[in-house]
């Protein structure tokens, strides 16, 4: 079983690295963009932000711990929300250049994928017909003939690399062979208990969004981490509300924000993160759920707290 829980963590995935500023005209771009979505999604209800950086100019995915710098002070500044930082970057990035901001910054949470695999983007080439910069269109054409490259050696540096600053990590599996990588490294003494595993559904290359899928997971999950684990889900665009909703019946957490779709609705962009986090906050509620705080996020998680980061 998933580690008893009173309350349902909220991630808010602010800006990633899969949508480009073609897609929506609210996803954030520049750091004051960034900062405001954060805080925005915290006052909403989210006890911890998952953020990537972009490059004001273009919107291209960059892991400059500079323009991280650029607005982590505004966020840390303006509420107590969980930060996460992301060492997955974009897949076209080196392993050392998605480490950098976590082993710079030290946050209390950085995300971590399980495994190499196909991250295929370019279907979305369909959707539109111009682009607003010429990075985009390339960026996912050429998903269909590129490896988001997370090897046994890569995720054990990465581990390595944070462990004196006592990052814990937002554990990404994209299919049920990462839990047993997961399993693995536990098993190294290189990740320890609790847990937070992200399962993440609908991406191109991984495990489906259906039911079952989401079921699977959550049994395979419980089988090789008994108590010793929080569960959280994500579902890919469509695909968002469903999977969290299976998830909170389940007794696990769950993420939303624009890097996990753009839309609140069938046709309907999402004007912004905290549009998203007030739709799925609605949903825990109404199942009699309760929503976690930051401060009950650090407890459940055993996190380090928000004063012992280097930002």
Request: with cysteine; aromatic share 8%; hydrophobic share 45%.
């Amino acid at each position: 079983m998933a580690a008893a829980q009173g309350k349902v963590i909220i991630t808010c995935a602010v800006t990633g690295a899969i949508h480009t500023p073609t897609m929506s005209p609210h996803l954030p771009i520049s750091p004051d963009e960034i900062a405001e979505a954060a805080v925005g999604a915290a006052q909403a209800g989210a006890a911890i932000v998952h953020l990537h950086a972009r490059m004001p100019e273009d919107g291209r995915p960059t892991q400059d711990p500079e323009m991280f710098r650029r607005f982590l002070p505004l966020i840390k500044g303006s509420c107590d929300v969980v930060i996460n930082l992301t060492t997955g970057g974009a897949p076209t990035m080196s392993v050392e250049e998605r480490l950098e901001p976590a082993a710079m910054l030290r946050p209390e949470v950085a995300s971590l994928n399980m495994g190499s695999m196909n991250f295929g983007l370019y279907e979305m080439l369909g959707r539109y017909k111009e682009f607003k910069y010429a990075w985009e269109k390339p960026y996912l054409a050429e998903s269909d003939d590129r490896i988001f490259k997370n090897t046994f050696k890569d995720i054990a540096h990465i581990l390595r690399s944070c462990s004196d600053n006592a990052t814990r990590f937002e554990i990404e599996c994209y299919d049920i062979g990462h839990l047993y990588s997961a399993a693995h490294f536990l098993d190294r003494g290189l990740l320890k208990p609790p847990l937070f595993i992200q399962s993440v559904f609908g991406i191109r290359g991984g495990i489906g969004a259906h039911a079952e899928d989401v079921l699977h997971m959550k049994r395979t999950a419980d089988r090789l981490f008994g108590d010793a684990y929080l569960w959280s889900v994500l579902g890919a665009g469509r695909n968002q509300m469903q999977v969290a909703a299976l998830s909170a019946v389940m007794g696990g957490n769950v993420r939303v924000g624009l890097e996990d779709s753009l839309w609140i609705g069938r046709g309907q962009l999402a004007r912004s993160n905290a549009e998203q986090v007030l739709k799925v906050r609605r949903i825990l509620e109404e199942l009699g759920l309760t929503v976690a705080t930051p401060a009950d996020a650090r407890q459940m998680l055993k996190l380090k707290g928000g004063n012992n980061v280097n930002f």
